[in-house]
Each structure stands twice: as C-alpha cells, then as structure tokens.
C-alpha cells in the first residue's frame, strides 16, 4: 500500500508539474525532445514534464536604446548620434529558434543601419529631415528583421552632437539672421510711416484741404460763447488783402 500511495503521489506530483500560465501579453514555445511542436496561448496549458519544454516570449511592444555613434556624413562633419528602436515579436517561433537572441540582433542591426544612412547625407539634411532619415533607417532594418519574426514599428534619433566649433558658428549665424530680419521690420516701418507722412504733406498742402481746415476751426471756436473769436484766413486771401492795400 505504501508502495502504490508513493507512485500516486509522484504521479501527481509529475501532473502538476506539466501546468504552465502563459499571461496574455506572452507566447509559449513547446520544444518537444529539442524540437518544435507549438506554440501555447494565453491561460492555463499543459506539457509533458520532462519530454516536452516551454520558452515564454513576450510580445508586446520593447524598447531598446541605440547608444551613441560616432558618424562622419557626406559633407565631412563629425557628429554623435543617438536612437531608440521600437519592435515587437509577431511570430514567437521564428524568434526563438531563427535568432539566438533577438533583442540584442535588432539593436545591432539598427546600429549599422544608422551608421551606413548618415553617412550619406549631409548634416543640413540631417537637421532637416530628421524623421524621413529615420523612416529610412527603420524601413532598411524590418527587411532584415522580418525574417527573425520580429516587426520595427519605429526608430527615433534622440540627440545630435555637433562639434563645439559648429555649434559656435550656428549660433552667430541664428544671431544674425535674427538681426537682419529686424533690421528689416524697422526699415518696413520707417518706409510706412515716411509714405504716410508724405501724403499727409500733400493733402494740407491743396488750397481746398486749407479751407475745409479753416473753415472747421472757425465752426468748432464759434460754437462756444463765451470763446474768443479768431477769424484765421487762408493764405491766398491774406495775399489778395495786401495788394489790395498796398502793403
């Protein structure tokens, strides 16, 4: 009896032992003696202790860190670049068993597709078009990747170090085109105001714009009784009174 009660409690012991969670966010890998046979869904599953192993995988969307890279682009200058790359493992079985180690391969793969696109681009574009050479760079690493069971959803470049003397040179550059740019909206104005002045100049200078004046200073000092009276005569009609005087 305690012979059969010990099988008992070794084969239940060997049941409970064949029970795997995969949570929903993982895959699970069944190598069967060393070889592929499925690949387990979210939930409670069950194996062969012993005969049969379980690789998780997880497949959701990882980051993974490009560190900086020293690049020299098309027009020889010198800059540090780093990038971030999202992926995501779309066939689990193709991952564990096409690559050895997924995450590190897409993250160097990425690194020398980086480094191979800036360097044949200028850095104006590279300040430019930052995500389009990204684009490029992502779309040159998925083909390679693809294979691995494993989708780049995106590459990111973070940062670009430009060489301190550059940096110097850009700033005196973005000074003076700020400079030029306000020198123009003063002359803009000065222009403005000079034109609005001259036709002001022009208009008082008519004999009817004159005598509309006079006449509207004659109505506004009249209007108020206890006001002194000022008659002010045009010039014309001054100049007739003195030939008409003699004086």
Do not use: C, H
């Amino acid at each position: 009896m305690m012979l059969i009660a010990s099988v008992v409690v070794v084969l239940i012991l060997l049941a409970l032992s064949g029970i795997r969670i995969i949570d929903q966010y993982e895959r699970g890998i069944v190598l069967t003696l060393g070889s592929y046979t499925r690949t387990l869904s979210p939930g409670l599953n069950f194996v062969i202790p012993i005969f049969e192993r379980v690789i998780k995988v997880d497949i959701r969307i990882t980051t993974s860190d490009i560190p900086q890279q020293e690049v020299i682009t098309k027009d020889n200058v010198p800059v540090g670049i780093n990038a971030v790359v999202y992926f995501q493992v779309t066939k689990p079985e193709d991952a564990v068993l096409k690559i050895q180690d997924y995450t590190y391969a897409v993250t160097q793969y990425a690194q020398t597709a980086l480094r191979d696109v800036i360097g044949g681009v200028e850095l104006d574009s590279l300040l430019v078009e930052r995500q389009k050479i990204a684009d490029e760079i992502k779309k040159i690493v998925d083909i390679e990747t693809t294979d691995w069971g494993v989708d780049v959803t995106a590459i990111k470049i973070q940062d670009i170090e430009l060489p301190a003397d550059m940096k110097r040179a850009m700033a005196k550059q973005a000074e003076a085109e700020r400079e030029r740019r306000a020198t123009i909206i003063r002359s803009q104005g000065e222009l403005a105001a000079s034109e609005n002045l001259k036709k002001a100049m022009e208009q008082m200078a008519s004999s009817g714009a004159i005598s509309i004046r006079t006449l509207q200073t004659i109505e506004a000092t009249t209007a108020n009784p206890a006001s002194t009276v000022v008659f002010a005569l045009p010039i014309e009609v001054m100049e007739g009174l003195k030939k008409l005087t003699g004086k």
